[in-house]
């Protein structure tokens, strides 16, 4: 079995592009490239991958408006967004159009592997998704190695960004406890400064939105110190 996997990498910046592409192949990824937003595109819908990193600055088609068009007809295929541009609005744009996790240049070769490998939902052994827990919230199932949330009353399953889905287990494993925001942001991205912490404050605002009907659950603020995730039930079967 190939356990490759298999990314298409869409970035307008040839030299950069270039770099990505062989370093992650010698990191035993399958790598298939694009220059643009438009030719990105059209791979996407002519080719099979697990994830897809796209720059957001991008000629004859911005990031942003490629994964729009993806999603709008029927591409789930996870997306990672490379930028620049690290203003808040910008990050929730990136996730309203559909994308699944967000990078800031200039970043670190091994974050963007541990990013992908995430978001493709393989294991990096045997290739197949490994369900080794899951947390009860009201009327959700969050299952961490996938990054779901499934809603038990209507079946319905929201695929949460990779950092979300981290945060939430974080809060899932110090339930009913109230955790520091530094805490969150050196354990999970190895640095509590001010950029972080504004990604922190999009993906609480973001998980809220998904647990708003899961009844009793709720992600408490505490003034100055952090986050609490309170919940009238949850578990951990095996």
């Not at 990050?91 to 070769?109: E, R, T």
Request: charged share 25%; hydrophobic share 40%.
């Amino acid at each position: 079995m190939d356990n490759k996997i298999k990314i298409l990498l869409v970035e307008d910046e040839r030299m950069l592009a270039e770099i990505l592409s062989d370093t992650l192949s010698d990191r035993n990824f399958e790598i298939s490239l694009a220059y643009d937003g438009a030719q990105g595109l059209e791979m996407a819908f002519k080719g099979e991958y697990d994830v897809i990193v796209a720059d957001v600055m991008m000629p004859k088609m911005d990031g942003f408006t490629m994964v729009k068009k993806l999603r709008g007809k029927g591409c789930r295929v996870p997306v990672l967004f490379l930028t620049a541009r690290c203003a808040t609005e910008d990050v929730v744009k990136g996730f309203d159009m559909g994308g699944n996790d967000y990078l800031k240049k200039p970043f670190a070769i091994d974050e963007l592997i541990v990013r992908v490998r995430s978001l493709s939902g393989k294991n990096r052994v045997s290739g197949t998704v490994v369900e080794k827990q899951r947390y009860i919230l009201g009327d959700y199932e969050f299952y961490p190695s996938k990054g779901t949330l499934g809603n038990t009353a209507n079946g319905d399953s929201i695929k949460l960004a990779a950092r979300e889905s981290a945060v939430l287990e974080y809060l899932c494993r110090n339930m009913g406890n109230t955790v520091e925001a530094s805490a969150i942001l050196n354990d999970l991205w190895g640095d509590d400064n001010f950029f972080n912490l504004r990604s922190l404050n999009v993906y609480i605002t973001r998980l809220r939105g998904h647990l708003k009907v899961a009844q009793g659950v709720e992600i408490i603020s505490v003034r100055g110190i952090g986050y609490r995730l309170e919940t009238g039930a949850a578990s951990l079967p095996h």
